[in-house]
């Protein structure tokens, strides 16, 4: 599964593809005891291009089996990004696609496709393009269901006019055809396109008489003088009744603080309801520039969104799948002395770490976590400023692109007790703060050995610590079935 001349060996616990490109997540649905995840993928080769669906499904999102090519480019149509819907409430029911069809002549527009053996195969409608503005930005169909005042549902469709940086709401009771009911944006900074919007109803504290409306977007620079960051997910917390969707701030706010998390959205019909999302770990400023091979594009942890009320306000929380806490919660924590002397562990480089501390007690901590490549990535704790930062540097990394070496910032009070949960997964850390109220998530290059994994802090004190190794490909990680089926259409 890894090689082991590459500076980046390939995850064992989130969804990669065997070999090829792999870009944003599309139809994102549970259907029939499964996660299904379809997926921007080149089916001839690791760069970007041919645009078609790629497929893998999960039972638990953890082990991932991947599945023939679904829905397949043609000679004048890429499949761009679009989102998957059960289309009836019956196990055995259908399956529906909406995905933008980027045609040779440079036109976007909404096509449709059903399965009826659970996403395995693929009818396109024979009327495609199905909505069609005749723009060549309008792009990334995200269906969902709203519930109406007398118990039914109807359809809603949040797509893109991603130059404009517009959103479009429509609507539809036959996932057919569709009525245009509104247009969000712009706003926020010029410079960007928007891509890959969803919009996610979340209660505040679980109280379902406080209701909110999460619109997630993506952004990506543009221009000559695009920013170097490159490529993010945003948010915006407001109401939706309908029709329109209202915000309550005037500013997009970042989802999550590092450089490698874009296009996340939400699996349709997840079990109780819940808002799950998954996102590509990757970043436009330097995505074909990723030293893995054959393949290149990885997919994050799912997340599971809620609302929190801290300090009188609603608080988007990200929390990691359920497989991340049982593996946790299965060990007894350590207590560590720390200054003045470092604690060092050895990591497989395929892992999770739990720490807990009080930065009134420690001071400023530093976490360390270097392997066999020439690179170093530190997490480090400024309790003065109050920021957590994340920086990735060495010779490794500035070789990869001249923007990868980088630093991100995440607020992180100093006053009060804090906790960060580390997913180390090859050259994927996703770190998750207090709980999930704040998250960033990096590209690493850390080499294809163990990691070592050094905690200091300041003043002499005392940190708790779990960590675990998820080491057997055989447990954990993407299994691939060839040729389950005839090509699909």
Known sequence: MQDANSS?????????????????PNGLVFHRGRWHAFFQYNPEGADWGNMSWGHASSADLQHWEELPVAL?????????????????????????????????????????????????TWQRDAANPVLDRGTTAFRDPKIIRFQNRDGGFRWIMLAVEADDRQVLFFSSTDLRSWEHLSTFGPIGAAGVVWECPDLIPLTVGGRPDDVRWVLLLSTNPIGEDADPQGSSMSFLIGEFDGTAFTTESPELQRLDHGRDFYAGVSFDSAPDGAATILAWMSNWRYAGDVPSSPWRGAMSLPRR????????????????????????????PATLPTAPHPSVFTLSGHSLVDLHWDPAATGPLRIRLQGDADAIVELVHDTESQILRLTRSGTAADAIHPDFSSTSAVPLAANRKAQLLLSL???LLEVFIDGGQA???????????TVSL?????????????????RSPAETGTTVTEDLHPALV
Not at 8 to 24: G, I, K, V
């Open 425 to 427: 997964d090859g050259p």
């Open 72 to 120: 397949r480019y043609q000679p004048d149509e890429q499949v761009y990004s679009g989102s998957v819907v059960a289309s009836s409430p019956e196990e055995n029911g259908q399956l529906t696609a909406y995905y933008t069809s980027a045609f040779a002549d440079g036109r976007q527009a909404q096509s449709r496709a059903t399965s009826d053996d659970g996403g395995l």
């Open 439 to 449: 998250t960033t998530s990096n590209l690493v290059v850390l080499g294809s050995g």
């Open 454 to 470: 050094t905690v200091e802090t300041e003043r002499h004190s005392s940190i708790t610590m779990a960590t675990v190794d998820l």
């Open 305 to 332: 969104l809620s609302l929190l009320e801290v300090d009188g306000e609603a608080r988007l929380i990200q929390e990691p799948p359920t497989f991340v806490t049982e593996h946790l919660a299965s060990l007894t």
């Open 8 to 24: 980046m060996p390939r995850p064992l616990f989130h969804l990669t593809p065997q070999r090829n490109w792999m870009n944003d």
